[in-house]
């Protein structure tokens, strides 16, 4: 009885957000709600392409990651043959995960509670006293190797895993989006790398905060980080500077971008740098800078994998730096999350430049970056707000630009695009792709 009361009532709230979402407006209790987040694991997380890392984390053979997916752990390792390997960090033995630390370089891997050995690939190579405990040829070594992620795909060195084994391939699932996705993925012939290792921090805030804000929120620039533009950290004239931008809306990816301001267009790339992008990009993406628009800054695609490319000064005198940051935001429960960030650089960029990216990105969004703390005392602040008994009710205003904007019927990219992102469309397109998959069971 207690189940089934539970399913009602879960029904019942799912209705009620469909009703709020299709006029435009949000509850704010979907902000910190144990019952959303317990269907978030197994609905939406549980089905969806969760970014793991890059193939730069793992250049050789027995270099491994630890990685999450909510709850389950997996070991992203490379194996002898030099494929990605992505295996359930849990000994088939008694549970207990075999990796511990999360990144190393190893020849196998052993468990620590009875010493079961596993290789590269994840296949069982060694029974502590097989015989003398089992018996000879008792246990089929294949049958007991790590479990896979059912689903694994790699697109331009982004490492995925999807947990559902009918899941449709991770290249028809970006869709669309890759042609924007190129701007971040696509600026050099050698491609990204990572620079350091992905920071990792804990706040007491929801996921779709996080995700909301960079799929769409160009809106919240001239407010919450007046502070950094004033310090010149985020070197732009004017918090307005999104205002007179373009916003792409999609029902799985959003991202916004510039006008009219010739070092954000830029994102501060050197000139020889932009001219090298340029002839790696296509016709029609050229076409898109030639409107005057800036490579694409925010993005994320659904659900929780967030992009930032910007321009960060990092000292008094010397000139900004282009830093480019991608995140995930790791639910752990209603109302925390775990924020993984990672400094991605071209990797045939001059040393310099690296270093100076790196700078900007650590000064800008690193774990203590000044525009990572605007950002975050926000969705902190909202979602301890949503856990109140009447607050949890209260219906957000979700209708910017609705009435007075419609798509341009110039732009050559795919998607709806709209020529302010002072606007909410890519969000009410999230919040309608994160409703939609909730709903399924």
Partial sequence: MKQEARLINTETLLASISEAINKGELPLGVFNSPEI?????????????????HVTEIPNPGDYIQR???DDSFIVSRDKENEVQVLLNACRHRGRKICSVEKGSIKNFSCPYHGWVYDLDGSLLDVSYEEKGYGEDAIDHKDWGLMHAPNVGIWSGMIFANLDPDAEPLEEYLGDAKWYLDFYT???EAGLEVLGVPQRWVVNADWKLAADNFVGDGYHTFITHASTISAGTLPVPTGEFLLDGV???M???GTGMARQDPLFNSLAYPPPMMEAMRKRFNPEQ????DQGVSLPTHANLFPNLSFLNAPGA???KAPPAPYMTFRIWRPLAAGKTEIWSWCMVEKDASDEFKQASYKAYLISFGASGTLEQDDAENWFNISQVAKGTLSSDLLLNYTMGQKILKPMSDWPGPGDAYPLDFTEFAQRAFWKKWLATLEVE
């Fill in 37 to 53: 987040f317990e269907l978030e694991k197994k609905r939406l997380f549980a089905k969806s392409w969760n970014y793991l890392g």
């Fill in 68 to 70: 999450y997916i909510v």
């Fill in 186 to 188: 696509n600026k050099s």
């Fill in 247 to 249: 916003q792409i809306s």
């Fill in 251 to 253: 029902d799985h990816f």
């Fill in 286 to 289: 050229n076409a898109m800078l």
């Fill in 314 to 316: 990092f000292t008094a």
